[in-house]
C-alpha cells in the first residue's frame, strides 16, 4: 500500500524557535497535502490543504505566516511552525492524496505524526 | 450545530460481540464517508470508505450509509481486544477536497 513518511516523530522546542516537519509520499506522487492538527481528546482539524507548485490554503483562524507550508515537489510537503509557544505544542499529522488513484480517493494515507511540545 | 457529529464514548463491549459505531452529518451534498481507527498516540489508519446508500462489507468490518437520514455507521463482528481504539468518523462533500472528521468514539473491547 501507499506510504507517507512523517519526520520527525517528536520534537521538543523552546518556545520563539521555529521547528520543521516533513511529508513524504514514498511510492506515490502526491499532487495534494493535507495538514492537520490533533489536541488531546480533540478530533484532527485541517489546518492546510497543499498543492504541488502552487500556494496553500490555509483554514480559517490559521495564521499563514505561522505556520509556512512549502509543498515544492510530487513527494514532500513541509511545515514549519515559526515562533512556536506552548499553545502550539500538539500533533501534527499530514495526509496525502495520490494522484493516480482518482477523484474518489481522499486523503486515505497518513503520515505517522509529529508531537510537538514547546517549552 | 458540528459537522460530523460522533458520541465520544467510551463505548464498551465484551469480546466477541457486535461493537456498533454511529455517525450524523449536516452536509445533505455530502458524498464518500470514511471510517478511521487511531490508536493512542498514532495517526489514523483507513477501515473502511462508502459512497453509496446501503452496506459495505469488509472482512469483520461493515459500513452502513443512510444519506436520507444523513447517518453512517460502523459495525465490528466478533470484536477483538485488539479493536479497542477511536473511530473516527469523516466526510467529504461532493466537489470539494476537504475532508472534515468527527471527534471519535472510544471502543473498548473487554476479554
Known amino acids: 500500500g501507499a506510504v507517507v513518511s512523517q519526520h520527525p516523530s517528536r520534537v521538543i522546542c523552546k518556545s520563539g524557535t521555529s521547528v520543521k516537519i516533513e511529508c513524504r509520499s514514498l511510492?506515490?506522487?502526491?499532487?495534494?497535502m493535507f495538514w492537520y492538527r490533533q489536541f488531546p481528546k480533540q478530533s484532527l482539524m485541517l489546518m492546510a490543504t497543499?498543492?504541488?507548485?502552487?500556494?496553500?490554503?490555509?483554514e480559517q483562524g490559521v495564521e499563514k505566516d505561522k505556520f509556512l507550508i512549502n509543498h515544492a515537489s510530487l513527494t514532500l510537503s513541509t511545515l514549519t511552525v515559526t515562533s512556536a509557544h506552548p499553545e502550539d505544542s500538539s500533533f501534527y499529522i499530514c495526509?496525502?492524496?495520490?494522484?493516480?488513484?482518482?477523484?474518489?480517493?481522499?486523503?486515505?494515507?497518513f503520515g505517522q505524526g509529529t508531537r510537538l511540545t514547546v517549552v | 450545530q458540528k459537522e460530523v457529529e460522533q458520541n465520544s464514548g467510551p463505548l464498551s463491549v465484551p469480546e466477541g460481540a457486535i461493537a456498533s459505531l454511529n455517525c450524523t452529518y449536516s452536509?445533505?451534498?455530502?458524498?464518500?464517508f470514511f471510517w478511521y481507527r487511531q490508536y493512542s498516540g498514532k495517526s489514523p489508519e483507513l477501515i473502511m470508505s462508502?459512497?453509496?446508500?446501503g452496506d459495505k462489507e469488509d472482512g469483520r468490518f461493515t459500513a452502513q450509509l443512510n444519506k436520507a437520514s444523513q447517518y453512517v455507521s460502523l459495525l465490528i463482528r466478533d470484536s477483538q481486544p485488539s479493536d479497542s481504539a477511536t473511530y473516527l468518523c469523516?466526510?467529504?462533500?461532493?466537489?470539494?477536497?476537504?475532508?472534515?472528521f468527527g471527534i471519535g468514539t472510544k471502543l473498548q473491547v473487554i476479554p
Open positions: 495526509s496525502a492524496r495520490d494522484a493516480a488513484r482518482g477523484i474518489r480517493n481522499t486523503e486515505a494515507f
Open positions: 511510492d506515490f506522487q502526491a499532487t495534494t
Open positions: 497543499s498543492n504541488e507548485g502552487s500556494k496553500a490554503t490555509y
Open positions: 452536509d445533505r451534498g455530502s458524498q464518500s
Open positions: 462508502i459512497y453509496s446508500n
Open positions: 469523516a466526510v467529504r462533500s461532493g466537489g470539494y477536497q476537504k475532508v472534515t
